[in-house]
């Protein structure tokens, strides 16, 4: 069975970057999709982005063009590079493949 463990989050301003991790153990992931969701207070949780076993990438409306989801097989880990952050990305967010869900990193953008 797969564990999932992401790393990355933290404080940042308006307009800055963050790189989230997603470190897998107990299975190899090359050959699953990996998503990142996230959710805000009050809201559901939303997919932020998914990445195919064949790197196929899709997006959120509200995160294309900024975000950027990539995965290193070797090292069993996915990746969510956020750029031009804005308050409204401000979130717990998690990796996720098939049942398997992490246990969530914090991402607050504020001013």
């Known amino acids: 069975q797969v564990q999932l463990v992401e790393s990355g989050g933290g404080l940042v301003q308006p307009g800055g970057s963050l790189r989230l991790s997603c470190a897998a153990s107990?299975?190899?992931?090359?050959?699953?999709?990996m998503n990142w969701y996230r959710q805000a207070p009050g809201k559901q949780r939303e997919l932020v982005a998914t990445?195919?076993?064949?790197?196929?990438?899709s997006y959120a409306d509200s995160v294309k063009g900024r975000f950027t989801i990539s995965r290193e097989n070797a090292k069993n880990t996915v990746y969510l590079q956020m750029n031009s952050l804005t308050p409204e990305d401000t979130a717990v967010y998690y990796c996720?493949?098939?049942?398997?869900w992490g246990q969530g990193t914090q991402v607050t953008v504020f001013s």
């Open positions: 996720n493949t098939g049942m398997a």
């Open positions: 107990g299975s190899i992931i090359s050959f699953r999709a």
């Open positions: 990445i195919t076993n064949v790197r196929t990438t």
